[in-house]
C-alpha cells in the first residue's frame, strides 16, 4: 500500500503519510467532505484491474474496455465503441466495476490520441450510476442538467466536478454526440471510499416554508435519486451530499441555488403524530455506534433540533426489533447557530434503522445524517443468500475469523501509532526550524514591530524595509498549484512566470497559523530582481476576522501616522447580537444593534436608522485568546480605518477596547450586500427589461458609487486587493459602500481558491499578475472592478467564468501574459450596451499601464449614465 500511496500523492514524507493518517481517521468519523474527497480512484493508476471494466461495444481488441484509461496510451490508445454514435440511440458505454460503494466527486475524459495516430474523442457525455448492479440512475446536475461537456481535442484532459456527488459501485459513461460520428474515450474516477454503507433512505418530501415577506423557501429534497411523490423511497440525497447547511437556512452554500437549498425539512402541522420517520437500508449487516444529524436551530423563525429521537432495527427482511434506543436531547434556546446532534446507537447490528424525529417547535429541518459503524463479524447463515445474477455490494474479505481480527486491528494500531510517532517528529523539528529563524529575524528586524496602544497613548509606524530573495530552484521545486494533472506538452512556461506566489501573498490574504505578519514589508524578488507585486513597498494589514483589508503603501502610512484620529469607546451594553455574519481565525462579525451610537459619530456622517429604532452595525470582535501579533494587527486595523472617509467608503463608527475582546463598530446597510440584493431581484423567466424591479440606470448608478469609492483609496494609495459585490453594502436609494467582510463568510467560500491548505485568493476577480506574479496594484483593483461591474450587470446570476474550474481559471492567466489571442474573457451581459462592455475589456488589458485610473472609470460611467459623482 505504501508504495501507490506515495506515487498517487507527492514526493515528500507528509504527503505520504498525512492522507493515509486520515483515511484511518475517517474511518471512524465516516462523514464525507467533497473539498477533499478527490483521490483518483484506480483507472490511470492500474489498480481497478481490467476485469472490472467492461463495455457495450468495441471496434477492436487493441480498443477493449481495458484500454479506455485516462493518461494511458496501452492498445491503440483509448476504448471506441464497434459502431459511430448515433444521437438518437444512446446505447454505447464504458462500464467501470468499484467492487464497493464510492462517493464520487470529479471525473476525467479523454480521447483517443495514441502518439498522434487518432482523433477520435466525445465531445459530450452522460453518466449513469448503480449501487447494486440492477436499479441505475441518470445523473443531473443541481439544475437538472444530464449531459456534461466533453473534450475539444484527443489529447487534453478534461475534469468535470459533480455536483452533487454520486455515492455508487457502477458507473457508466455514454458518449453523447449531435451528429452520427466516431467516438473513442478514456476516463478516471475521483473520490473515496463511502464508508457509512449507506444505499438508500426513505422519507417523507420536504415542504414549503412561508417567509412573512410572502415568498416561499423550498426545503425540498431536490438531487435525491429514488422515487419522489408524498414520500422519498429508495435513494440518496440532499443528506448525504456532504454539504451542511447556514445558520441561516433562508440562505444556501450552494452558488445560486434558491433559499433554503441546503435544508430538507418538514412543518409539525403536518405530522398529527408529532414525529418525522426516516428509514435507512444499508449494504449489509453493520454494528452502529453513533448517528449524527446536522439540524438547523433558528428558533427566531420556529424551526429547533429535535427534541426526542427513537431508533428502530432490522438485520434481515423480517419485521423490525422490539428493542428499541431512545434518546432525548437538552434544547439550546440561547444559540441559534446549526450543529451536529451525536446520537448513540450502542453497537446495535442491524441492516436497516428506522428512526422517529420528534419535532420541538413548527419545524425541523435537517442537511446531513451520517452512521458510524464497524464491520459487522457475523455467521455466513446470518445473511440470506443472493441470488447469482444480482451484483451486490458486500465484500467477502470482511468475513474473515476472530484470530486474524486480532491480528489485523494489531498491525492496524501498531501503524497508527507508528504515523503518529512520524508525524509529531516532522512537526516538532519543523517548529524549532521555524523558530530559529523567527528569532534570527527577530534580531534583524527589531524595528519593525509595529505598536498601537490605546486612543490616549502615541502610535509608531517603522517603514524600514527588508528584500527577501528567493532563488530561482526554490521556485521551481515548490509549485504553489497542486494539479491533479500536469500541464500539456504544449504549455510553455516562461521565464518570469514564477509559480510560486510570494511569501506576502500567504501572509496577508490567508491567516496563518502563527499568527500575522503585519507591519512588515517582505518582498520577495524575481528571478531577474523584480519586485513580484508592486511598484511601491506595502505595508499590509492582515484581517483578523478574515477578511482582506486594504494594503497601505509605507509613505502614504508615515504621512497618515502623523495625525491623530480620536475614535471613541462605545459602551458594550447598548450593543444587542442579531446573527453571526462571518469568522476567521482571529475573530468574527457579527451583526447587531446599537443603541445611542449617533452620540458617538462625526458631524458629517448620518446613518440610515428610523426614528426611535436601533442602529444596525457590523461588530469585528478579536477572540480574547488571540495571539499577540493579532491584537497588534487589529488596532492597527483601527488606526486605518479611523481615517477613511468617503461617503462610498465603509465608516469605523466607535470601538471597544477597554477589555477583551476587543470590538470595532462599523457601518452596516439595511439591504446587505451587492450580491444577495442583486440575486434576490432576479426575475424567474430571465432578464426582461420591462418586468425588472431595478433598471440598468439604476445598475449604473451603483456601479458609479464602488468606483468612486475606488478613486478615494486609490488617490491615497490604498489598495483593496477583494473588491468584489459580496464586498460593497446595499443602503437606502440603491446606496453602495465598499467593505471587506467578504472572506469570513461561509455563503462566499466557494469564491476563493485555497492556496496549500492555507492561503486564500479570489483568483476569479484577480488580474493575471497578481495571480502569477503576486503583483498587487491599483491596476489590479482596476481589472478586479471590472469583474465586479460583470457581476452587477448580470444580477450575479453566476460566479465569474462559471464554466471553468479553478485550475483553468489559473491557466486563462497564462493565456493573458502571452497576449496571444488565446485569453478568454467575460461575455458581455444582456443588458450591457457596447461601450461600457469596451471599458470592462480596457480593464482587462494585459499591460497595467494601458488600463485606465478609476478617475477616468468615474467619468465614463457618470457620463453614460448622467449621475453626479456619490450617492444620491
Known amino acids: 500500500m505504501l508504495p501507490k500511496c506515495r506515487k498517487m500523492r507527492g514526493k515528500s514524507q507528509i504527503p505520504l503519510i498525512l492522507p493515509l493518517f486520515l483515511l484511518i481517521l475517517s474511518s471512524v468519523e465516516s462523514q464525507v467532505n467533497p473539498a477533499v474527497c478527490r483521490y483518483p480512484l484506480g483507472m490511470s493508476g492500474g489498480h481497478i484491474p481490467d476485469e472490472d471494466i467492461t463495455a457495450s461495444s468495441q471496434w477492436s481488441e487493441s480498443t477493449a474496455a481495458k484500454y479506455g484509461r485516462l493518461d494511458s496510451e496501452g492498445g491503440d490508445g483509448a476504448w471506441c465503441p464497434e459502431m459511430p454514435v448515433d444521437p438518437e440511440e444512446l446505447t454505447e458505454f464504458l462500464q467501470i466495476d468499484l467492487r464497493v460503494l464510492h462517493f464520487i466527486t470529479l471525473v476525467g475524459t479523454q480521447g483517443r490520441h495514441a502518439g498522434g495516430h487518432g482523433n477520435e474523442f466525445a465531445q459530450m457525455f452522460k453518466i449513469n450510476y448503480s449501487r447494486d448492479g440492477t436499479r441505475w440512475i441518470s445523473w443531473r446536475n443541481r439544475h437538472g442538467r444530464q449531459v456534461l461537456d466533453g473534450n475539444v481535442n484527443p489529447y487534453d484532459i478534461v475534469l468535470k466536478d459533480l455536483e452533487p456527488p454520486i455515492v455508487a459501485r457502477f458507473l457508466r ?67 448525504t451530499d456532504g454539504v451542511s447547511g447556514l ?27 408529532g414525529y418525522v420517520e426516516i428509514v435507512f437500508e444499508f449494504d449489509r449487516i453493520r454494528n452502529f455506534t453513533t448517528m449524527k444529524v446536522h439540524c438547523n436551530n433558528m428558533f427566531s423563525k420556529g424551526v429547533k433540533i429535535f427534541k426526542d429521537v427513537q431508533c428502530f432495527f432490522r438485520s434481515d427482511a423480517n419485521e423490525w426489533e422490539a428493542n428499541s434506543i431512545s434518546s432525548t436531547l437538552v434544547l439550546d434556546d440561547a444559540n441559534p447557530s446549526a450543529r451536529y446532534v451525536t446520537v448513540q446507537l450502542h453497537n446495535h447490528m442491524a441492516r436497516a434503522i428506522k428512526c ?20 459487522a463479524m457475523y455467521n455466513n447463515s446470518m445473511n440470506p443468500p443472493q441470488p447469482a445474477s444480482v451484483p451486490t455490494t458486500y465484500d467477502p474479505t470482511l468475513k474473515v475469523d476472530d484470530s486474524n481480527t486480532r491480528i489485523l486491528i494489531g498491525c492496524l494500531v501498531a ?73 500539456g506538452p504544449d504549455y510553455q512556461e516562461p521565464t518570469r512566470l514564477i509559480r510560486k506566489l510570494p511569501e506576502f501573498t500567504a501572509q496577508t490574504v490567508g491567516e496563518e497559523e502563527t499568527g500575522s505578519s503585519a507591519g512588515k514589508s517582505a518582498l520577495p524578488a524575481s528571478a531577474d530582481g523584480v519586485p513580484h507585486y508592486a511598484e511601491a513597498d506595502i505595508v499590509n494589514l492582515q484581517g483578523v ?15 497618515l501616522s502623523g495625525k491623530e484620529v480620536a475614535v471613541e469607546e462605545f459602551p458594550r451594553k447598548h450593543l444587542t447580537f442579531k446573527e453571526k455574519l462571518g469568522e476567521g481565525q482571529f475573530g468574527e462579525v457579527h451583526l447587531c444593534e446599537a443603541e445611542g451610537v449617533e452620540e458617538f459619530l462625526d458631524k458629517d456622517l448620518i446613518l440610515e436608522t428610523s426614528p426611535g429604532q436601533p442602529t444596525l452595525v457590523a461588530v469585528k470582535m478579536l477572540r480574547a485568546d488571540a495571539n499577540k501579533n493579532a491584537r497588534n494587527d487589529f488596532l492597527k486595523e483601527i488606526k486605518i480605518m479611523s481615517r477613511l472617509k468617503d461617503p462610498n467608503i465603509i465608516r469605523l463608527l466607535a ?11 462599523t457601518e452596516y446597510m439595511e439591504n446587505g450586500d451587492l450580491n444577495q440584493f442583486l440575486s434576490r431581484q432576479q426575475p424567474e423567466g430571465g432578464l426582461p427589461a420591462a418586468t425588472l424591479p431595478i433598471s440598468y440606470t439604476d445598475l449604473r448608478h451603483m456601479a458609479a458609487q464602488i468606483a468612486s469609492g ?11 486587493r477583494d473588491l468584489a459585490t459580496r464586498n460593497c453594502l446595499v443602503g437606502r436609494n440603491y446606496t453602495i459602500k465598499i467593505a471587506d467582510f467578504g472572506m469570513s463568510r461561509n455563503l462566499y467560500s466557494g469564491d476563493y481558491y485555497r492556496i496549500q491548505g492555507r492561503a486564500v485568493l479570489p483568483i476569479r476577480w484577480m488580474s493575471w499578475e497578481s495571480i502569477l506574479l503576486g503583483k498587487f496594484t491599483t491596476a489590479s483593483d482596476v481589472w478586479a472592478f471590472a469583474v465586479t461591474l460583470w457581476e452587477t450587470l448580470t444580477f450575479c446570476r453566476e460566479q465569474p467564468y462559471s464554466e471553468m474550474s479553478d485550475e483553468q481559471v489559473i491557466e486563462n492567466t497564462g493565456e493573458f501574459f502571452r497576449d496571444q489571442g488565446k485569453q478568454v474573457y467575460l461575455p458581455k451581459p444582456n443588458i450591457c450596451p457596447e461601450r461600457v462592455y469596451k471599458l470592462m475589456l480596457s480593464c482587462w488589458r494585459r499591460e497595467t499601464k494601458d488600463r485606465p485610473s478609476f478617475q477616468e472609470i468615474c467619468q465614463s460611467l457618470q457620463s453614460e449614465s448622467g449621475l453626479h459623482e456619490g450617492p444620491l
Open 173 to 239: 459513461f455514454i458518449p453523447v454526440t449531435d451528429h452520427s460520428m466516431n467516438v473513442c474515450l478514456r476516463v478516471e474516477l475521483y473520490g473515496c471510499v463511502w464508508l457509512d454503507g449507506l444505499v438508500s433512505y426513505n422519507a417523507p418530501s420536504g415542504q414549503q416554508f412561508l417567509l412573512p415577506e410572502g415568498y416561499a423557501i423550498y426545503l425540498n429534497d431536490t438531487i435525491y435519486d429514488g422515487a419522489i411523490g408524498y414520500s422519498m423511497t429508495e435513494g440518496l440525497g440532499q443528506l
Open 247 to 273: 445558520d441561516d437556512f433562508t440562505l444556501t452554500h450552494e452558488y445560486h441555488m434558491w433559499p433554503g437549498y441546503d435544508y430538507v425539512g418538514w412543518s409539525n402541522e403536518s405530522f398529527s403524530n
Open 356 to 375: 422517529h424525529y420528534y419535532f420541538a417547535d413548527s419545524w425541523m429541518m435537517f442537511s446531513e445524517i451520517t452512521f458510524q459503524s464497524d464491520a
Open 415 to 487: 501503524i497508527i501509532f507508528i504515523l503518529v510517532a512520524i508525524i509529531v517528529i516532522i512537526l516538532w523539528r519543523q517548529f524549532w526550524q521555524k523558530m530559529l529563524e523567527k528569532a534570527s529575524r527577530r534580531m534583524l528586524d527589531e524595528e519593525l514591530t509595529v505598536s498601537l496602544s490605546l486612543p490616549s497613548d502615541s502610535s509608531m509606524y517603522n517603514t524600514n524595509r527588508r528584500h527577501d530573495s528567493v532563488s530561482a530552484s526554490e521556485q521551481e521545486s515548490n509549485s504553489t498549484y497542486d494539479r491533479i494533472f500536469p500541464l
Open 545 to 559: 476576522t478574515g477578511g482582506n483589508t486594504y494594503s497601505v503603501p509605507a509613505i502614504t502610512m508615515d504621512l
Open 655 to 665: 470601538v471597544c477596547i477597554a477589555e477583551d475582546p476587543l470590538c470595532m463598530i
Open 710 to 720: 475606488m478613486k478615494y483609496l486609490s488617490s491615497l494609495n490604498f489598495v483593496h
